[in-house]
């Protein structure tokens, strides 16, 4: 950890133990929102300065962050929203995850040969699953919101139709994908509307996801997944030589489930459910830890433990995850503190437990794509919403004439059982794809509440969504503020391979050495010793907003890795105009 950041969570571990005598206020005292891309948090909080709730700028936020940012999220996508309802006191997750076609059966991915298909997993028509992020926008504004969503899309319909300035991540993303991407003549018609590709101060203008938007707004979800919009959909897909029907579009709907729930310390941990495998490892983790004062321990000895919590919940996430509305997942086990203590009793505090003594099969990865916002309101409202169209620019397919750029979401399969997916991991059957079945995730918006401070947070990241959240709740576990939250070193252990990664500048070298010492292998900058690679890169693209409710202050953080996120805090009288 950065030495002055290692500082401040030790200083500020104690503080945070001790709960203030003093009455919450019941309101916050406005409204906070935090994305990746600035034109998103304006667009939430001109929302919520309309009058509008946390739901209503979820949507706003949501579709403005489709159009500026189709390098990791879109309409074309899916996504999970955790909503905190304060007139109801209720949380729920809406889960608009993609649904397998019924086409997609496992022998689509196999060459002539027999082999695994990786193209056709991550490239073009066989890559998409069904999108669920627009009805996740009718179903946020039908059960939840205030405003009609010609409203609510305004903004996205606007930025689509007049463009926003291309950023270096979008020019150097296009590069990495133009050979897919230019495979495809609607893809063509958007990204090389100007004969050249998109280069960082152009405009990039999307008038037909304009329209798609406009048509949504319109006639809710027969906008997008019945009529005009559904049959540009599916004769684009069917054109590149893939198989949709129009049966299994009209029928995609968004699930509301039951959010995880468990206590960390003084903390209420909200979190998601399967399809996702974020917040089962999350209870995994933080009841492991929770055995342990973290605050009284060296640098060496937390990282030790945490990394040891992260290899037990990894190897677990393996064997028993996948949608449950097709498997059988033992989530009340898996999340039991009986469970957590058992998985603690077996970690050595002075020696790295080595992953191969630990049963089970590798973990998949996600890609580092995808995109986090988190709102809360003057009402006590929260949304915390993660979404996604998997590697860069998805599938890199866009039908023609919708300004759709289809996810890459089957890939997060387990497509065939036994072979490396695109991170080199292998699959399982828990997650095989079936017809109308959600792949897994590691998407994982969370909720932190205590009777001194609630957050909301979440991030992008693949796997490392997961322990990146982790470190976010022991951060603002430990006192940190919001924007100190966000700009937190990363590191990360999936059990196999059995390595820490970690961002650059995560550890000094003695506490490296230190990690070492107690038999750890690590993967860092310039280090031959575990495979070469080291991580050069930073990871994630954290966003979070929190509310104290002792002192009536609200935050938000922006990750400082991302040069155009934006955090914003408004006090009530200035949001309600
Ligand atoms: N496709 C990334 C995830 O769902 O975790």
Not at 20 to 30: A, C
Not at 240 to 257: C, D, F, H, I, P
Not at 492 to 521: C, K, N, Y
């Amino acid at each position: 950890m950065k030495p002055f950041l290692s500082l401040l969570f030790v200083l500020l571990l104690p503080f945070a133990a001790c709960a203030r005598d003093v009455r919450p206020t019941d309101m916050p005292p406005g409204h906070a929102v935090a994305s990746a891309h600035a034109l998103a948090t304006e667009a939430g909080m001109d929302v919520l300065r309309d009058g509008g709730n946390a739901f209503d700028a979820a949507i706003a936020v949501s579709a403005v962050l489709s159009v500026v940012e189709p390098i990791s999220s879109g309409i074309g996508g899916g996504g999970f929203f955790l909503l905190h309802d304060a007139a109801t006191g209720k949380d729920v997750f809406i889960d608009a995850r993609e649904t397998s076609p019924a086409s997609a059966t496992p022998d689509r991915y196999l060459t002539d040969n027999g082999e695994f298909d990786r193209d056709r997993a991550e490239n073009g028509p066989w890559a998409a699953g069904i999108p669920g992020l627009p009805a996740a926008f009718v179903h946020l504004a039908d059960r939840y919101g205030s405003m009609p969503l010609s409203r609510t899309l305004a903004p996205a319909i606007r930025i689509a139709r007049e463009g926003f300035p291309v950023y270096g991540r979008i020019e150097r993303g296009y590069r990495a994908r133009a050979a897919v991407m230019e495979r495809y003549p609607g893809t063509r018609e958007v990204f090389l509307a100007n004969g050249v590709p998109p280069k960082e101060g152009d405009l990039l203008r999307q008038p037909d996801l304009a329209r798609t938007l406009e048509l949504l707004a319109e006639k809710g979800y027969d906008g997008f997944y019945r009529g005009e919009v559904a049959d540009k959909l599916i004769a684009g897909v069917n054109a590149e030589g893939g198989q949709w029907n129009a049966t299994e579009l009209a029928s995609y709907e968004v699930k509301e489930r039951e959010p995880i729930r468990f206590r960390y310390r003084d903390w209420d941990i909200v979190t998601a459910p399967p399809p996702s495998s974020g917040g089962i490892a999350l209870a995994q983790m933080l009841q492991i830890l929770s055995g342990w004062n973290l605050a009284e321990l060296d640098e060496v000895q937390r990282t030790h433990l945490v990394v040891e919590s992260m290899r037990r919940a990894f190897r677990d996430r393996t064997f028993y995850l996948g949608d449950p509305d097709f498997v059988k997942v033992p989530q009340r086990l898996l999340t039991s503190p009986d469970y957590a203590a058992g998985l603690r009793a077996t970690i050595n505090p002075a020696k790295a437990t080595p992953s191969d003594l630990l049963s089970g099969a590798p973990t998949p990865l996600e890609s580092d794509e995808t995109t986090h916002f988190s709102i809360i309101d003057a009402q006590g409202n929260r949304v915390a919403g993660t979404q996604t169209v998997n590697l860069l620019f998805g599938s890199g397919l866009i039908p023609p004439g919708t300004g759709v750029l289809l996810n890459n979401e089957m890939d997060d399969f387990a497509l065939k059982p036994g072979t490396p997916n695109a991170f080199g991991v292998m699959g399982f059957e828990a997650n095989a794809p079936e017809p109308g079945k959600r792949m897994l995730s590691s998407m994982t918006p969370t909720f932190m509440v205590s009777p001194q401070r609630v957050a909301v947070l979440g991030t992008p990241g693949g796997s490392r969504i997961i322990t990146m959240v982790l470190l976010g709740i022991l951060g603002y576990d430990a006192g940190l503020d919001a924007q100190a939250v966000t700009a937190l070193p990363r590191y990360h252990h999936q059990w196999m391979p059995d390595v820490i990664g970690a961002e650059s500048d995560t550890f000094t070298p003695e506490v490296a050495e230190g990690l070492r010492a107690l038999g750890h292998q690590l993967n860092l900058p310039g280090d031959t010793a575990a495979g070469g690679r080291g991580s050069s890169h930073v990871w994630g693209n954290f966003q979070t907003v929190s509310w104290d409710r002792i002192d009536g202050t609200l935050e938000a953080g922006s990750d400082p890795r991302n040069p155009v996120g934006r955090a914003m805090v408004e006090p009530a009288k200035a949001a309600a105009r």
